[in-house]
């Protein structure tokens, strides 16, 4: 079972070995930005590299939205997003399920998600496979209710289309994690990888805060179970730095061996 870590993009290989991670994500660009990614010089390094490589796309992408001045940028974006990530090997871009102005406009909502992938689907596809993950806040989210999510999948369930499922935003969503994973691939078909994070906050809060393994409201056996049961590699997104996600990879690879 491969266990990794979400770390700073600047010496990401580097963070890898502070934390023994066999995978680890970052961002190309600043995540709250609208910005292009550039051509990494350690781009070889990454491709070569025995850690497995993610990449997470921007949060400000929302290819869901019915504002054109957010959902055409959107999807710019993520094309270019993923481009960037098959620059350095990557195994997927996660991206967030995003969401709707109104509550009514989520049946539009799902059609741009299909949209999205149609016009790739013209292009060649995209450079590198698209993991949706899901969300916890919103009430008119795509991806945080899994009555949504199956919604979802049936607009671009028969593209190439991956699933990244995240344990904080399951549990703060309203989620219930004893049978997330047989919920999920009823929906999906598949779970690529997990987020393994615990949650500050409670079950149903919509708060997107993430905790390490034994600190949250989750009972981190849950989250053990979540990844045993996907069979998925999985990575921390928790606080810390290298000393506490160090501690959290420990902690999944004791229980999870």
Not at 8 to 13: F, I, K, N, V
Not at 26 to 34: E, H, I, V
Not at 220 to 225: C, F, K, R, S, W
């Amino acid at each position: 079972m491969r266990i990794g870590a979400h770390v700073d993009p600047a010496e990401p290989l580097a963070e890898a070995a502070a934390r023994g991670a066999d995978l680890i994500q970052f961002f190309l660009t600043d995540p709250q930005g609208w910005i292009d990614p550039v051509d990494r010089d350690d781009a070889e390094a990454l491709r070569s590299a025995e850690t497995d490589v993610y990449i997470h796309a921007p949060y400000r992408i929302n290819v869901a939205s019915s504002n054109n001045r957010i959902r055409i940028p959107s999807r710019k974006l993520l094309f270019s997003h993923a481009a960037g990530a098959a620059k350095v090997g990557a195994k997927g871009i996660i991206v967030h399920g995003g969401h709707v102005e109104k509550a009514d406009g989520l049946a539009a909502g799902f059609d741009n998600w299909r949209k999205t992938f149609a016009y790739a689907a013209d292009q060649g596809g995209f450079a590198t496979p698209v993991l949706i993950e899901n969300t916890a806040g919103g009430d008119n989210a795509c991806a945080r209710r899994f009555d949504n999510l199956a919604r979802l999948w049936d607009a671009i369930g028969d593209y190439e289309v991956g699933f990244c499922l995240d344990t904080c935003h399951a549990f703060a969503g309203g989620e219930n994690l004893l049978d997330i994973v047989d919920r999920v691939k009823a929906i999906t078909g598949r779970i690529d990888l997990i987020h393994a994070n615990n949650s500050r906050d409670g079950f149903d809060s919509g708060r997107d805060r993430h905790d390490n393994m034994t600190a949250g409201e989750i009972d981190p056996e849950l989250i053990v179970a979540v990844i045993r049961a996907a069979g998925a590699p999985a990575l921390v997104e928790t606080p810390g730095g290298a000393e506490g996600q160090t501690a959290d990879i420990n902690y999944l690879r004791e229980r999870l061996a």
